[in-house]
């Protein structure tokens, strides 16, 4: 069974750092891709990153050159550092993978983490 938690969000000036965490449970780093989605108020669920089971990352362009995702897969978790925030980046990120199961494809989400940018 799949279970994510993600941890490190919080209050952060623009052009400050946070880095959040995702530790998964039920996933295998080196076959499942991982991805940061996030979602801001009134906004569709937006991709962030992914890095896939081979260890290739791919960014979405809003966040390119600011973010980095990553993985330990020792500690079974997965890293989003966030660098240069500005406040278009305040959003509930999410922690997902994702499974094929029976010719359909199944979410996996955590239950999210706020991260909030001032100006």
């Known amino acids: 069974q799949v279970q994510l938690v993600e941890s490190g969000g919080g209050l952060v000036q623009a052009g400050g750092s946070l880095r959040l965490s995702c530790v998964a449970s039920?996933?295998?780093?080196?076959?499942?891709?991982m991805n940061w989605y996030r979602q801001a108020p009134g906004k569709q669920r937006e991709l962030v990153a992914t890095i896939t089971g081979g260890g290739s990352t791919v960014y979405a362009d809003f966040v390119k050159g600011r973010f980095a995702i990553s993985r330990d897969s020792a500690k079974n978790t997965v890293l989003l550092q966030m660098n240069s925030l500005k406040p278009e980046d305040t959003a509930v990120y999410y922690c997902?993978?994702?499974?094929?199961?029976?010719?359909?494809?199944?979410?996996?989400w955590g239950q999210g983490t706020q991260v909030t940018v001032s100006p």
């Open positions: 039920g996933v295998i780093f080196s076959i499942n891709a």
């Open positions: 997902n993978t994702k499974r094929a199961n029976w010719g359909r494809i199944d979410d996996y």
